[in-house]
């Protein structure tokens, strides 16, 4: 038998929450320097109780092939990813008012 989600009450495959979450976030990306001048490119705003940011950042990871992480609720890329992260964020389903680029 399959599991329910709490919140929408339909079974796991069919939960409709993340994608929900995702139209409703208020997303910002801007460039930081690091430690030795590293640039990284900071996504935050995402809510992590509504979306898998584990799973988020590792398909960013995975499609501008750069290492990260994440902390304190915040997903960092090594690298200068601004040019690409909008694109990416909307093909995986956030709405593209809901993120800004600084």
Do not use: W
């Amino acid at each position: 038998m399959s599991d329910i989600c709490p919140t929408c009450g339909l079974s796991k495959e069919l939960c409709v929450c993340e994608s929900i979450a995702k139209e409703s976030q208020k997303i910002r990306a801007y460039l930081d320097n690091k430690k030795f001048n590293k640039t990284y490119t900071i996504i935050e705003g995402i809510d992590a109780k509504s979306i898998d940011m584990k799973e988020l950042a590792k398909n960013l990871k995975g499609r501008f092939a750069c290492g990260g992480t994440i902390k304190e609720g915040r997903i960092e890329l090594q690298g200068n990813h601004l040019s690409k992260v909008r694109k990416a964020l909307i093909e995986f389903g956030f709405a593209p008012e809901s993120v800004d680029i600084d």
